[in-house]
Every structure is written in C-alpha cells, then in structure tokens.
C-alpha cells in the first residue's frame, strides 16, 4: 500500500514476501543504487550493541548535495534543518576543526571530499526486524521495487592489481612517536592520536563490490557505503562519534587495542589483558574526561554520565575498549551545537584537544579529510547518528587514487615499535579485502 506523508510516499513490504533472502535483496539494492551519483547505505550488521549500531538504510539520489558556503558549517547546517522534512545523508568532514577553533590543514590530499556533505534522498530504503519500508518524493516506489528486484548481483570481488605503499615508513614513524613522547615529556599534551596513510595509485576496481568485501571480514556496527559522483567511503567502523534521542546525546570513544584470539580461551585471556592493561586504561580514562568536558557545551548541568567504564567488546579482527558517556541536550540547543561542541571527536585527537590538532598537523603529512571524521544521518525529528571514519578506505574514482589512513594513541609510555604493530593490525581488515595477506 503507497501512502502520502509530508510530500512524501512510503509503501511497506514484510521480509517474509521477499522471493530472494534479506542479504541477497540488500545486494540488489546497493547494486541497482549504483546508477546514482549519491548514495549512502548504513549496516549494524546484527551486532548487538550500546544503544544499537546504525539504522539499517541506503539512500539515493538523482540530484545535487545541499550546497555550502563553508565558512560557518554548523551554524549553516543548523539554519538548513530548521526547514528538513527528509532524512539527510553524509558526513562532517575532519577539517572542520578549522571552523570550530583557529586551526589550519595544510597537509596533502590526494583524496578530495568536501569538508562537509549531506544530500536529501528521493528515495531510502529502512531494513526492520520484519519489514522493510520504502520511502519516495516520487509515486514510481513500486517501478523501482520491480527494478530493483530484476537487478542482478554481481560477481565476488577480483582483487586489482595494486602496490599498497606507506607515506610514512616504520623508521619515519618511531621517530615520530618519540618527537610526540618529548612534548608529553614537556608538558604540551597527555596523549596524542599519531595516524600515517596507506595508499595506491592507478587503481580500477568496483567500490561496491570491495566495500562487500570489507564488510564481510570486518563486520561492524557502524559500517557504510557512500558514493559521491566519483568518490567512495567504504567504512567498517566500529566507533560511534555521536548519537541524538530526543533530548539524550550518547557518545561512545573507543580507547584500547587487542588482536583476536585463535581459540575462545586465548581470545579470553587476550581480553582480560587488554582490560588490565595500565596504558590503555589511562588512554581511555583520559578520553573520557575530554568527551565529558565537551558534552558540557550543550548538555544541562548535572545530566552528564558515565554509565560504562572500560567496557570490551569484540570485533572480527580485534577486541575494544570502549566506554559509554550520556547526557541531556539543553533545551535552547539545537543538534549543530551538540555535533559542534563535540568535534571532532577526542579519540582521534588526543587532550587537550586543541594543542594536540595543532601537533598532528604538525607531525602528520595527510591531510585527514574524511578520515577521523564523522559519517551518518540526520532524521527528519532531529535526532541523528553518527560514526568515527576509522578502518575506511576512501577512493577517487576519476583519478585511481585509493587511501586508508590508521593510527593508535600515544602516551608516555607508548613503545613505539608496538604501536607501529597496533597501526598494522588495525590495518590487517582492509589489507585482507584488497588480497594483500
């Protein structure tokens, strides 16, 4: 049944009617979204988490994004919504830092994202436990659920013939954890997030059929597809940046490392370690202090909570330390407060956070871009969700340029050659897609 709301169509169809299984549709759907310049798509993949992972959605459009005079992005994005009647899809961007405090990024990008993008679908797809329901600003939904349905899905991902290399080698990189470990030393910040990029040149291959890939060896709750004409997000984070409820904000920063066990036992005492490890307990204690701090720009006074500390939870190629912080958008705040006065996140900055942005400039030799920014939704009732960018490739199309960035946390105690170790294992999920191990 097709109902109009708002301007806009909705029709209902029951999983149980599909002729294909949910998975299979699902790659129906982000094959036939391929004809698009925009489109966005966003998995739980059934983790149970948290407040839950992403909503189950792919969105798309014909159309062009919202446009951006990007001097003043969140009060502009907060005068924009005022009139949004549809849910809006995208992501903020690393370097709007430099709207949030006298910052510059100088660095290479070789990627090119815009500091900011959301566009309005013409049509969005929400996966429910038994149903799925089709939203259209236009009345074809039942054409393009037939379209959808005669679409055929492509073939398992061929691995491109591709040299991965490093902008920064293993000697450049110990040197500089040390530099960051002086200017603890000398007072300037407790803890720094050091990242370093991967990259390939001259790379053909099928975004949509890597990023299926991705996800089925590192599925996460907050995993997404974003196409933007020539340019791909193919995300597997597990890190939520920020989520509105109502009046509820819930940030959840991920501080703490540890590979997979081999048997459930290793995995156990693997886990245990990680959960008793003084290094990665100060990581994360100091993290949310600095997410406590910022939520106090927008929350009222006395509703900041800590309602998990130190929590480990286990993702295909790691575990996680991760730690829940929750409070109570003031009244006379709108969502671009509570996304400004947290941004960007402090897990990938360091504390405090400003001289640490200053020092990753500094020390890095990428500009971030997408990467450690933050990609979701907005709904329509203003609440939204948004993730961290991290275990993300991003690729340009039109040039062949492919890039994934990680890092790790450092403190004074770091070792460097171990974080270097922890930079290649967070780098193990996307290696593994693209054939290299």
């Given at each position: 049944m097709i109902s109009s709301i708002h301007m806009a169509y909705t029709f209902q169809i029951s999983i149980a009617e599909l002729p294909v299984t949910l998975d299979v549709f699902r790659r129906q759907v982000l094959t036939w979204a391929q004809q698009f310049p925009l489109v966005a798509s966003y998995t739980s993949n059934g983790i149970a988490y948290p407040y839950?992972?992403?909503?189950?959605?792919?969105?798309?459009?014909?159309?062009?994004?919202?446009?951006?005079?990007?001097?003043?992005?969140?009060?502009?994005?907060e005068q924009k919504l005022t009139v949004q009647q549809n849910i809006w899809c995208g992501y903020l961007g690393y370097d709007l830092k430099n709207q949030v405090e006298k910052l510059s990024s100088e660095n290479e990008d070789r990627v090119g994202f815009p500091p900011i993008f959301f566009f309005e679908p013409e049509l969005y797809l929400n996966f429910q436990s038994n149903s799925i329901s089709i939203f259209s600003i236009k009345d074809n939904i039942l054409d393009k659920l037939g379209q959808i349905r005669a679409t055929p899905i492509p073939a398992h991902f061929e691995t491109p013939s591709l040299v991965l290399r490093?902008?920064?080698?293993?000697?450049?990189?110990?040197?500089?954890?040390?530099?960051?470990?002086?200017?603890?030393?000398?007072?300037?910040?407790?803890?720094?997030?050091?990242?370093?990029?991967?990259?390939?040149?001259?790379?053909?291959?099928?975004?949509?059929?890597?990023?299926?890939?991705?996800?089925?060896?590192?599925?996460?709750?907050?995993?997404?597809?974003?196409?933007?004409?020539?340019?791909?997000?193919?995300?597997?984070?597990?890190?939520?940046?920020?989520?509105?409820?109502?009046?509820?904000?819930?940030?959840?920063?991920?501080?703490g490392t540890i590979r997979r066990g081999t048997t459930p036992e290793e995995d156990l005492i693997?886990?245990?370690?990680?959960?008793?490890?003084?290094?990665?307990?100060?990581?994360?204690?100091?993290?949310?202090?600095?997410?406590?701090?910022?939520?106090?720009?927008?929350?009222?006074?006395?509703?900041?909570?800590?309602?998990?500390?130190?929590?480990?939870?286990?993702?295909?190629?790691?575990?996680?330390?991760?730690?829940?912080?929750?409070?109570?958008?003031?009244?006379?705040?709108?969502?671009?407060d509570a996304l400004k006065g947290a941004f960007p996140m402090g897990s990938m900055t360091g504390a405090p956070?400003?001289?640490?942005?200053?020092?990753?400039?500094?020390?890095?030799?990428?500009?971030?871009?997408?990467?450690?920014?933050?990609?979701?939704?907005?709904k329509p009732n203003q609440?939204?969700?948004?993730?961290?960018?991290?275990?993300?490739?991003?690729?340009?199309?039109?040039?062949?340029?492919?890039?994934?960035?990680?890092?790790?946390?450092?403190?004074?105690?770091?070792?460097?050659?171990?974080?270097?170790?922890?930079?290649?294992?967070?780098?193990?999920?996307?290696?593994?897609a693209l054939g290299l191990e």
């Open positions: 839950g992972g992403f909503d189950e959605l792919i969105a798309v459009s014909a159309g062009q994004p919202v446009e951006w005079k990007q001097e003043n992005s969140f009060e502009e994005l490093q902008k920064v080698n293993k000697e450049d990189y110990i040197r500089n954890v040390q530099r960051v470990r002086d200017y603890i030393r000398d007072g300037e910040v407790y803890e720094l997030n050091y990242c370093m990029e991967f990259f390939a040149e001259e790379v053909k291959l099928s975004p949509l059929a890597l990023y299926l890939q991705l996800n089925a060896l590192s599925p996460t709750p907050f995993s997404g597809f974003l196409k933007y004409g020539d340019l791909y997000l193919l995300c597997a984070s597990p890190e939520r940046f920020l989520k509105k409820e109502g009046h509820k904000l819930i940030s959840q920063p991920i501080k693997l886990q245990q370690q990680l959960r008793n490890d003084e290094k990665e307990l100060a990581e994360n204690m100091m993290i949310v202090d600095l997410v406590r701090n910022d939520l106090r720009r927008s929350c009222a006074t006395g509703t900041i909570q800590v309602e998990e500390m130190f929590g480990i939870y286990g993702f295909r190629q790691v575990s996680q330390m991760i730690s829940t912080i929750t409070g109570v958008l003031r009244p006379e705040n709108g969502i671009a956070k400003i001289r640490a942005m200053e020092l990753i400039e500094e020390l890095e030799v990428t500009k971030r871009g997408l990467y450690s920014g933050a990609f979701g939704y907005v609440d939204f969700d948004f993730n961290v960018v991290i275990r993300s490739v991003q690729y340009n199309a039109a040039i062949g340029y492919l890039s994934f960035m990680v890092g790790s946390a450092i403190t004074y105690d770091s070792i460097p050659e171990q974080e270097y170790e922890e930079c290649l294992l967070k780098a193990q999920g996307i290696r593994i």
